[in-house]
Structure formats: C-alpha cells, structure tokens
C-alpha cells in the first residue's frame, strides 16, 4: 500500500489497488472461462472514466439525471437521516458529482471517495477540496467490491454513512451483491447507513436505448476495456475487430454488454496467446435490474432494513436509505 499525502492541497491519498501480478490472473482467467468475460472494473482506467461521464450526459442515459433530480427533491430528508458531521463514504466516486449535492448542506466530519482509477480518483478528489476548503477528504483507490479498509485517522465515534449511487449494485450477480452490502454493513457499523440508487425494472424500448445510444459513446466505452487491457498487458487487441453488443436478457433482468469477436483471431497478452472464434462474446458488464419490494427485502439479509424509497414519476429510478439492524 502507497499512502501519499498533497500538503498543498489537503488531501489524503491511500492506494490499495491490486499487484500487477493479481491483475494478471485475474484478466487472463476471466479470458480463459466459457464463455470468456472481463470484470466490469476494467472499464475504469483515466479514458474510460471519462467516456462514461459522456456517457451520463447522453438523452438515452435517463439513470443518472433522474438520481441528480431525486438527490434534489429528496436532499432534506437525506441529510435529516444522516445528521451531522457523519463520515460520508463513496463506493465508485468517479468524479463526485451527486455527492457534491449533499455536501453543503451536510457538513460531514470527512468524505471518503473510494474507486479504481487512480489519476481520476485523485484529480477529482483535488477538485473537490478546492471547492469545499473545509472539507476533509481521504481518497482510497481499491476495487470496492472488495471489503473497504477505511483509512485511519477517522473518528470512531462518528455516524458512518455510505453513498453508492448510479445503480451500480446492479453489476453484480445476486450473490456477490449480497456479499458486498454484508461488507458495506460491516463497514458501517451498528449505527451506520447507505443511500444507493437503483434502476427499476421498466419498458424495454428505454432500457435498450440507455445502452446502445445513436452516438456511439457507449459502444466506445465498451471496446475501451480492450485498449485498458493492452496498456496493462501489453496486449494487441484490435478494437476494430470486436463488436459493442447490449440488450435486455429479460429472464434474468438485467442488461448484458458484451464484445463480439468480428473474426477468428488470435491476441497476445500478458505474453499469453488467446484464440476468439468469429461471434464469439465476452461479457463485460451485467446491469441488473429491481422491483422496490423485492429488493427491500433483499436487503435484509445484508443487515439493512430500507426506511424509505424515493422514486420518480415514472418509477425508472429509485434512492433507498438503508439503516443497519
């Protein structure tokens, strides 16, 4: 672990991201599985950070504004439940948009970013404290899915409330899902709480637009986890050899990205050689979607009752605060 602090600007830095040798196995067995797949963390390295806030401007892509307008409507009751001078901890900060929204208002003890992208995890956090001086922010670069390693130096005393939003749970199977929100709460503790947005089950036509958008920026975003995994191994994966593929698998519920290989081809990484069959697919995201009572339920088994849902008028996206028990 590198831990790195900038005098200059107030901001603590912590890096427990894998060796390049876990990075390794993990990459080249995920290619070497039937079907071949990469972990969604992937898509995250500096270009891929920023093709998906593109990607949050897009008309199709209807989750994040409709979660900004619910952080709004909703930002009372938000900071009443967390009260004050809590310790404010972000899984998958990306440029710390929404929680922007609450910072004002909620003076929290600290703010705790957590995300794999380094460069962009500590850009945005440098960002941050220039617009909130006050602020005290200790940027963690891990793969949150993992049980987070909070910094020390926190006051231990403090209400411990995560933030998890843009429907991010949703990439996770079931059952690693329930993993990680029994982490969460560990995490937080007795007292502690999480806000996460979820996206709702909805008509098909909108889910399918927000993944496959007219100009593109999703696809590119997709076919960027290969140009990631060259850099990492150097690799020679052709981005014009592989297809952008999404859709909605409705048995399952949830949205599938994949890659299609255009071409029998043979790619080099890690000093490794892996063979893809023409229309072969590697699946690079899963998106689950919920229906409010079933995940309220859900949640449960984690150690969270839900307190409240707040949706919008069309009931494509909802804030759930969660309460530890």
């Known amino acids: 672990m590198g831990i790195q602090r900038d005098a200059q600007d107030g901001v603590f830095f912590y890096d427990y991201n ?7 196995q993990e990459i080249i067995q995920g290619l070497s599985e039937r079907p071949k797949r990469i972990s969604a963390k992937y898509f995250y390295d500096q270009a891929g950070s920023e093709l998906f806030e593109a990607i949050t401007e897009l008309d ?3 989750p994040t504004r409709t979660e900004i307008q619910l952080l709004k ?20 900060s990306g440029a710390s948009t929404k929680i922007r929204l609450l910072l004002d208002a909620l003076k929290p003890k600290a703010y705790v970013p957590l995300d794999i992208s380094k460069d962009f995890l500590f850009d945005s956090a440098i960002e941050l404290r220039q617009q909130f001086p006050w602020l005290e922010i200790h940027a963690t670069c891990l793969d949150y899915r993992q049980p987070a390693t909070l910094p020390r130096g926190l006051s231990p005393n403090a209400k411990k409330v995560a933030f998890f939003p843009g429907s991010s ?27 996460i947005g979820v996206d709702l089950v909805k008509p098909l036509a909108t889910l399918n637009a927000a993944y496959n958008d007219k100009q593109g920026i999703t696809a590119q975003f997709n076919l960027n986890i290969l140009r990631h995994l060259n850099a990492l191994g150097k690799g020679n994966f052709n981005l014009d050899h592989f297809q952008h593929h999404a859709f909605f698998n409705a048995q399952k519920s949830r949205i599938e990205m994949h890659l299609i290989s255009k071409y029998d081809q043979v790619v080099s990484l890690f000093g490794k050689r892996l ?23 859900f949640v449960r088994q984690a150690g969270f009752e839900s307190e409240h849902c707040w949706t919008d008028k069309n009931h494509h996206f909802a804030l759930f605060w969660l309460q530890a028990i």
Not at 18 to 24: A, G, P, V
Not at 172 to 184: I, M, N
């Open 275 to 297: 063979s893809f069959k023409k229309e072969e697919a590697i699946i690079t995201e899963y998106s689950y979607k919920f229906e409010p009572d079933s995940f309220a339920q």
């Open 73 to 92: 409507d909703y930002r009372q009751n938000i900071i009443e439940k967390a009260g004050e001078n809590a310790v404010l901890i972000e899984y998958g």
């Open 169 to 195: 749970l949703g990439n996770f199977a079931p059952d690693e899902a329930l993993s990680f929100l029994k982490g969460v709460r560990s995490t937080v503790g007795n007292k502690g709480a999480m806000l």
């Open 18 to 24: 894998l060796h390049e040798s876990d990075q390794q």
């Open 60 to 62: 199709e892509y209807y």
